[in-house]
Each structure stands twice: as structure tokens, then as C-alpha cells.
């Protein structure tokens, strides 16, 4: 019985080239291939037809090929060749300079398709580099052609990533994008579908935000100091009244003739006065719970941020080991 075999052992892989003679099992190998997976041979020199969702047995290995091999009476050279077909997309990272020294840096997203028919012009790839490619090494393929044919031509007109992340400015990238990548992804059997820039946040801009952050802060402070010296002339008026008040009864004990309205307006005032002092000493063991609890989070963090040092001193040690 055909032992499976898996050509694709990792989502970043987009093609690979196997020797079929490579192979040397007891066991013959099989292969499914996916709707979105497409499969040709090439033996000695010559292209099979394409090959897609469905079952290919005698990839390679097994007794009767170890024996025909023997025998000279297989090709002397076979190959597989196997490439996803869907789209997928592609990060190219980028990072540039302008004339006042700032550095600039994000990356261009491309979305890219291997169609079936277009398999064996990846042979044009692993003529010269590793028998897979990820997308991770077409990424490293492009990013020179993208660098400094595209992204430099691109600051050059603007020094700042506001025009840049413009809708208008997008579309046209998308269309130097691939009138520039082109000829470069025809040789691979590439489709262009779409492109656009991404831009990171810049200094300048983290800057600004800094600085809208402060003079925000400062107003909510200038708000508060002046609600707080509202606060203190409203009591500095109400202690002065009260103080009136208590001169008004004393001359009227003195005098005789003390009213009741002014005992009532007194202890109006001192109510007012008790309650004010008992939401003062309110707001003081809130703040002081505050901070409490800020204080036990920040021990929490510390004791977190310890053990996860401590979790990675014990990887790295153990991929020492290893």
C-alpha cells in the first residue's frame, strides 16, 4: 500500500521542486492534491501535463522502481514540481530616508496567483536558488525592484505618508506596481491582482501625537484648577458669612433682641460647612484607594514581567541545550 506524501509542510510555502528519484522508500509514495494545488512531472527534460485536484500514486520509492532502477529501465531524471494556485498575498517590507534625515518605513501588500497553466515557469526560479520557494524568498526577490524603482520615486515626490495613503495616490501605485513587476513575475508564472502601500507611523507624527496628548492634559489641569479655585472662593465667602453671622448674634445676645432668623441662616451655613468636610475626607480615602490599588497592579506587572524573564532565561537555556 502507497504511503502519503506531503509536499506542502507549511502554509508559507508556495512551490517546491522534489526528485522523484530522491525518494528511496519500500513503499511507494502517493499524492493528493488539493483543488487549489497543481502538480506536473518532468522527465527526463520533458513536461507531463498538469496535474490538479486529484490522487497521483507512484510519486516515488516502492520495491518495483528499486528494481527497475537496478535494471536501468527508469528515467534518469524525474522530477516533480508542485505550486498552490490560489491568490495569496505578499508582504514586502520597505525603508527609506529623506532629505531632512527622517526615516520612513512600512511595507508594500501585493496580492499575487499561480494559475495552473503557468506551473512550469517556475522552473525559470529554481534554476538558480533552493528547490522551494516561500513567501518569504519571493518578498526578498521583489524588495530591491520595489525599494528603489517604486517606494524612492514615491518620497521622493512626497516627503510626508499623509499624500501617500491618499486613495488617489493608491490607485496609481497599484498601477506602476504592476507595470514594474510585470516582466519580473512573468518569469515566475505570477499573476498580478492588487497592490497598495501601508506606511508605519512616522517620528514626526508620534511626535505630534505626543504633543496633542500634552496640551490636552494641560487643559484637563487648567479646568481643574480653576473648578478647585472656584471652590476655595466659595468657601472663603461662606467662612466670611459665617463669621458675620456670628458677630450679628453675639451684638443681638448683647443688645437683647437676638432674631431667629440669624440662628437659622448659622446653621444653614454650618450644615453646609459639615458637609462640604465630610466630602473632602470622601475624595481623600478614594484617592488613597486609588493609589492603593495602582500600587498593587504595579507589583502585579513587576511579578508578571519577572516570571515571563524567567520563562524565557529557562527557553533560551533549554535551546542551549538543545
Not at 242 to 260: M, N, S, W, Y
Amino acid at each position: 500500500m502507497a504511503h502519503a506524501y506531503k509536499w506542502r509542510t507549511s502554509p508559507e510555502i508556495l512551490a517546491r521542486l522534489i526528485d522523484g528519484n530522491g525518494i528511496k522508500t519500500w513503499r511507494s509514495r502517493r499524492v493528493t492534491l488539493k483543488p487549489n494545488e497543481a502538480c506536473t512531472f518532468i522527465v527526463n527534460g520533458q513536461l507531463s501535463p498538469i496535474f490538479s485536484d486529484q490522487s497521483i500514486a507512484q510519486l516515488g520509492g516502492g520495491f518495483p522502481r528499486y528494481l527497475a532502477s537496478l535494471m536501468k529501465a527508469t528515467a534518469a531524471e524525474r522530477h516533480a514540481l508542485f505550486g498552490m494556485t490560489g491568490p495569496f498575498d505578499l508582504a514586502v517590507p520597505y525603508q527609506v530616508m529623506n532629505e531632512e534625515g527622517e526615516e520612513f518605513r512600512g511595507h508594500v501588500r501585493l496580492r499575487l496567483q499561480l494559475h495552473k497553466e503557468d506551473l512550469p515557469k517556475m522552473l525559470n526560479y529554481f534554476a538558480n536558488h533552493a528547490p522551494t520557494i516561500t513567501r518569504k524568498d519571493l518578498a526578498h526577490l521583489l524588495q530591491e525592484h520595489l525599494n528603489h524603482r517604486l517606494i524612492a520615486a514615491a518620497y521622493a515626490i512626497s516627503n510626508d505618508n499623509e499624500s501617500l495613503r491618499d486613495e488617489a495616490f493608491q490607485s496609481t501605485f497599484a498601477m506602476k506596481a504592476e507595470v514594474l513587476l510585470r516582466p519580473h513575475l512573468a518569469a515566475l508564472g505570477l499573476t498580478f491582482h492588487n497592490a497598495y502601500l501601508v506606511t508605519e507611523v512616522t517620528s514626526s507624527e508620534r511626535l505630534a501625537a505626543h504633543h496633542h496628548v500634552t496640551k490636552q492634559n494641560l487643559s484637563y489641569e487648567r479646568m481643574n484648577a480653576e473648578a478647585s479655585q472656584e471652590v476655595i472662593e466659595m468657601r472663603q465667602a461662606n467662612a466670611l458669612r459665617t463669621i458675620e453671622c456670628e458677630i450679628e448674634v453675639a451684638r443681638a445676645k448683647i443688645r437683647g433682641d437676638q432674631t431667629l432668623e440669624a440662628e437659622a441662616e448659622l446653621k444653614q451655613l454650618r450644615t453646609l460647612e459639615a458637609l462640604w468636610r465630610s466630602e473632602d475626607e470622601r475624595s481623600q480615602r478614594l484617592a488613597m484607594e486609588s493609589e492603593r490599588q495602582k500600587q498593587v497592579r504595579m507589583e502585579q506587572a513587576i511579578e508578571m514581567f519577572k516570571s515571563v524573564q524567567a520563562a524565557k532565561r529557562q527557553r533560551e537555556t533549554a535551546n542551549g541545550f538543545d
